[in-house]
């Protein structure tokens, strides 16, 4: 069975009239009454009694006509599906976002792409680095933003859109406080607030400790809001990315001696076709003003 055949029959059954049928799907008659010819041939039985001014559905044709009307119909919905896609009509983009990556950093992007797009809609998921990968190669997600202090499987593409050092968070009343940077010496056996969604949390506890510098953790968190908090308290201090320090009552000194980095990309999958949904963010993501360029 043929998608033009089932039209052309639910068009037959509208209009009980073979030569206003064929000018309702453009065809010629010839053509029509051949496509009906195969369909019955098809289902085993005539649709339509052919009687001079009077044709007409039999039995098997009055059967046949609600299911067949609703296989049109559906058709003609996945094909206004289909254009409004191209068109970027009634589109949902779902959008990663690694946790650790603050809303503030965003919040010129999204608004100003969904105003620029207003029948996308726009889903934000939120999760660490791994699960964004998996969730990516997987088609659960179409785009996200990532950051990582390494380089991101061969499997996605990757556009670098910046890079930021990781400072330190303290209390307004911690003794480093009245430095103006804190070296990694500093930190050893200090009470730390950890971030425990932090991506290069492993990397940088190992290389301190290869260096004879090991905090003392105090406090956990995947929240960074409860961790800034309970640095502001006095619990300990922290360790994060620059632009996600939102709590303006802490202090912020830059780590030296060593200084970690981290870079943020806007990541797909490699090699996939995309909605136009997906390039015209990638669009907007290239003209935003991230927090810092890159080199």
């Not at 033009?4 to 509208?14: D, G, I, N």
């Not at 990968?133 to 990532?146: F, N, P, S, Y």
């Not at 409860?226 to 201090?237: D, N």
């Not at 000194?253 to 015209?280: C, I, K, N, Q």
Request: charged share 25%.
């Amino acid at each position: 069975m043929e998608m033009q055949q089932v039209r052309y029959f639910v068009a037959l059954a509208q209009t009980l009239n073979f030569t206003r049928a064929a000018e309702m799907c453009n065809v010629t008659q010839p053509a029509l009454t051949r496509a009906i010819q195969q369909l019955e041939h098809e289902l085993g039985g005539p649709l339509f009694n052919r009687e001079r001014g009077n044709s007409h559905l039999t039995e098997l044709g009055r059967i046949m006509l609600p299911y067949l009307e609703g296989v049109d119909a559906q058709t003609r919905a996945a094909k206004d599906v289909a254009k409004a896609v191209k068109g970027l009509k009634k589109v949902k983009l779902r959008i990663g976002v690694m946790c650790t990556i603050g809303p503030q950093l965003v919040a010129g992007l999204l608004p100003r792409f969904q105003a620029n797009n207003p029948d996308v809609e726009i889903e934000v998921i939120d999760d660490g680095a791994p699960q964004m990968v998996e969730r990516l190669e997987k088609g659960d997600l179409e785009i996200a933003i990532l950051g990582s202090h390494e380089t991101l499987p061969d499997s996605l593409h990757q556009l670098r859109i910046f890079d930021e050092k990781f400072v330190i968070l303290l209390p307004p009343n911690h003794p480093l406080s009245a430095n103006p940077s804190v070296r990694a010496a500093d930190l050893h056996e200090q009470p730390y607030v950890s971030r425990s969604q932090c991506e290069v949390f492993r990397y940088v506890a190992g290389d301190l400790k290869s260096r004879g510098v090991e905090p003392r953790v105090v406090f956990r968190s995947p929240r960074d809001d409860w961790v800034q908090g309970m640095i502001k308290a006095g619990l300990g201090f922290g360790f994060f990315p620059e632009s996600s320090v939102t709590d303006p009552d802490v202090v912020v000194r830059p780590l030296v001696d060593p200084e970690y980095t981290r870079s943020v990309f806007l990541a797909t999958v490699r090699g996939r076709p995309h909605s136009p949904a997906v390039g015209a963010f990638i669009r907007e993501a290239r003209y935003h003003k991230w927090p810092t360029s890159v080199d």
